[in-house]
């Protein structure tokens, strides 16, 4: 017996829909679960002071200091890498053999687990290099993390200007250079800036790579060569040796948010500003 | 004066391109550096197919490991593909723009979601669960599997998306043009089209799961055994790292990047499988 399309498509649509709403669902159950359980336990004394008796009372706050300061720093050294490697492979370079052998190896390495760059930062910037664990460690091992997305966004961003407005910049009689500094970067840059948040916000939720390079103290770091802690670790550190559950949750929710935030300003900024010219 | 300028910023960014791949590169050297050495000391089939990992007295046999990587990573996928791909299916024919603005963005959202909370919840939730109603310690390959897949939804669903966005607009136009309805034009036509992005969303999925670490630290268990059905405890390669790297030392650490260097093969397979199935899908259109 064959039943009728318009049936097959009534059924179709009811079990796409279902998956559908599931998905969702399941993935909203966490984020409403954290909140739930967290949000009672973040109060100001919790975001303002320091933990006390290895996180089982007291707040959090070192912990958000490190857990902004360390993908600060790892940006701060991958963007001028990133970009100008970027540069270099657009504007620079033709499409040869090399730079499909480089766009590969990115590739390959964007797609490596963290757990690898903490093995490689462990051994080489905290022990090799004896760098110690330490926001440097952690700095240096994320920056190799993000620098693949970085170059892969800004490489878009920059293929995404027009060639007129390299045509006519040239045509003023301005140098490749000069064009690359006045005319292509600025209309890259929100291109580069959602690259930027992006990388941020995996770096922040990021566990594997901070904890055996970073370490994990909890006081307030005085410079890079000093120990941080990050709210995924302290989180990770909370609940897995069972010191607060309710501390852990309220880490939880504050680091929850704050990848949120940060991934909502990213979509904001892709949203207002990317693809005008095109 | 600008003729100099401009070579001067030429050799910088050569420069400046060249450390950022050799930084890159470096990493990948590194691992293989130390971890090579080791399989070829020991011996490949030593290290590959031997069960006995027990470093403290030289046996380093990362089988169980191996088959716990591989198994947890089929079942995620098991749990994430269909529930991914109908969701981008769903999601690009038969829900209005409108509402597809706001789905959209909130699915990209959770895929920010820190790996560390989807674990803690796979411990606070699920398997107490799965203790209850299925038996065994709760803390296992099934647990890990669920929990990974439920992971990696987001990114199936989004690369999905994009590959049943690309398929033209005419391509469906004709097919309702024939008469087909909306779920014969999505079924006979349009999931053909974009069968390789949907078949690639899958595989750098796939490579997602089986390089997660946090997660399946939290909720798989880490016995170091080969499972014997779904609700046994197991140890993923990249939890064999993450939970020896802090104290190994000597022949031990060179294993644990040996491990790594399986890991990096695993991933690369992967990864050239994800570019072969994307080429072969822009040679034919």
Known sequence: MRIAPKYTQRIAIALLGGATLLTLLVLLFIILFVLEKGLPAVTWQFLSQAPRDMGRSGGIFPVIVGTFLLPLLAIAIALPLGVGTAVYLTEYTRETRLTRVIRFGTDCLAGIPSIIFGLFGFIFFVVILGFGWSLLSGGLTLALMILPTIIRTTEEAIRAVPNTFREVSFSLGATRWETVLHVVLPNALPGIATGIMLSLGRSIGETAAVIFTAGSALRMPTSVYDSVRTMAVHFYLLAREGISNENAYGTAAVLILAVLGVNLTAYWIMNRFVGRHT | ?285
């Open chain 2, 1 to 285: 004066m600008k003729w100099n300028s401009e070579t001067i910023v030429r050799q910088v960014l050569t420069v400046i391109a060249f450390s950022s791949i050799a930084g890159l590169l470096l990493i990948a050297l590194f691992i293989l550096k130390e971890g090579l050495p080791f399989i070829l000391k020991i011996g490949p089939q030593a290290f590959l197919l031997n069960s006995n990992w027990d470093p403290a007295n030289g046996h380093y046999g990362i089988y169980p490991m191996i088959v716990a990587s591989i198994w947890i990573t089929l079942g995620a996928m098991l749990v994430g593909a269909p529930l991914g791909v109908a969701g981008a299916i769903f999601l690009n024919e038969f829900v209005p723009k409108p509402a597809m603005r706001v789905i959209k963005p909130t699915l990209e959202l959770l895929a920010g979601i820190p790996s560390v909370v989807f674990g803690f919840i796979g411990v606070m939730v699920l398997a107490p669960l799965i203790r209850a109603y299925l038996g065994g310690p709760g803390l296992s390959l099934l647990a890990g599997a669920l929990i990974l897949g439920i992971m990696i939804l987001p990114t199936v669903i989004s690369i999905s998306t994009d590959a049943i966005a690309a398929v033209p607009a005419s391509y469906r136009e004709g097919a309702l043009a024939l008469g087909a309805t909306r779920w014969q034009a999505v079924h006979m036509v349009i999931l053909k089209a974009a069968r390789s992005g949907i078949l690639a969303s899958i595989i750098l999925a796939m490579g997602r799961a089986v390089g997660e670490t946090m997660a399946v630290i939290m909720v798989a268990g880490n016995a170091v055994k080969i499972p014997h059905g779904p609700l046994d405890s197991v140890r993923t390669l990249t939890a064999n790292i993450a939970l020896e790297m802090g104290y190994a030392t000597g022949l031990h650490r060179q294993a644990l990047f040996a491990t790594g260097v399986v890991l990096f093969i695993f991933i690369m397979i992967l990864n050239s499988l994800a570019g072969l199935v994307l080429r072969k899908k822009v040679r034919r259109s």
